[in-house]
């Protein structure tokens, strides 16, 4: 079955930029959606497609996939993204959906 | 707007079957791919399952032999069946919408409904 590794933890200072990334074999041709999860909400969809943003999600979220790795980035960041990321495939050879572990992002 | 609401049992005993519902409204049940995912406490979020509204289905194998996902598109609502449950199935459920194709990402989530499993 198809494997998503993230990184467990990431910190970064305000106003920095921080990258999550999101590891898979070959996952650059796979279309990657990203997930921001707050605590005691439902999660939230914060790009998908690689790099699109749905309507209401600030410019500052970005991604890009190449290879064996997707990457999310956050620019400017702010203590509100502090917030746990998933990211997540559709393995078409399986049919199954697959969700990494999920990454802790730290607004020191 | 498409809006999903989870309903069920908050509380199931070991060896029982955990049955929830998820209901779709501002939008209609046809077309789509609905997935369920859930979450243990202070874990991730884990693929169950995934039903087209024309009734077809594929499952994690971790929980195939368990999960039993349906639809009812005259309620505009799907559900889940987990069955044999033990501690290790309780967790925050999530009915999420996936769009016309598979590869679609889930866009629309429900809040999610605790289950706890326990005698």
């Not at chain 1, 399986?94 to 969700?99: L, P």
């Not at chain 2, 202070?42 to 995934?50: Q, S």
């Not at chain 2, 994690?60 to 044999?84: A, C, E």
């Not at chain 2, 459920?93 to 889930?106: I, L, N």
């Amino acid at each position: 079955s198809y494997v998503l590794t993230q990184p467990p933890s990431v910190s970064v200072a305000p106003g920095k930029t921080a990258r999550i990334t999101c590891g898979g074999n070959n996952i650059g041709s796979k279309s990657v959606h990203w997930y921001q999860q707050k605590p005691g909400q439902a999660p939230v969809l914060v790009i998908y497609y690689d790099s699109d943003r749905p309507s209401g999600i600030p410019e500052r979220f970005s991604g890009s996939n190449s290879g064996n790795t997707a990457t999310l980035t956050i620019s400017r960041v702010e203590a509100g993204d502090e917030a746990d990321y998933y990211c997540q495939v559709w393995d078409s050879s399986s049919d199954h959906q697959v969700f990494g572990g999920g990454t802790k992002l730290t607004v020191l | 707007q498409v809006q999903l609401q989870e309903s069920g049992p908050g509380l199931v005993k070991p060896s029982e079957t955990l049955s929830l519902t998820c209901t779709v409204s501002g939008g209609s049940i046809s077309s789509y791919y609905w997935s369920w995912i859930r979450q243990p406490p202070g874990k991730g979020l884990e693929w169950i399952g995934y039903i087209y509204y024309s009734g077809s289905t594929n499952y994690n194998p971790s929980l195939k032999s368990r999960v039993t996902i349906s639809v009812d598109t005259s309620k505009n609502q799907f559900s889940l069946k987990l069955s044999s449950v033990t501690a290790a199935d309780t967790a925050v459920y999530y009915c999420a919408s996936t769009g016309y194709q598979q590869k679609h990402p889930m866009d629309v989530w429900g809040k999610g409904t605790t289950v706890t499993v326990s005698s």
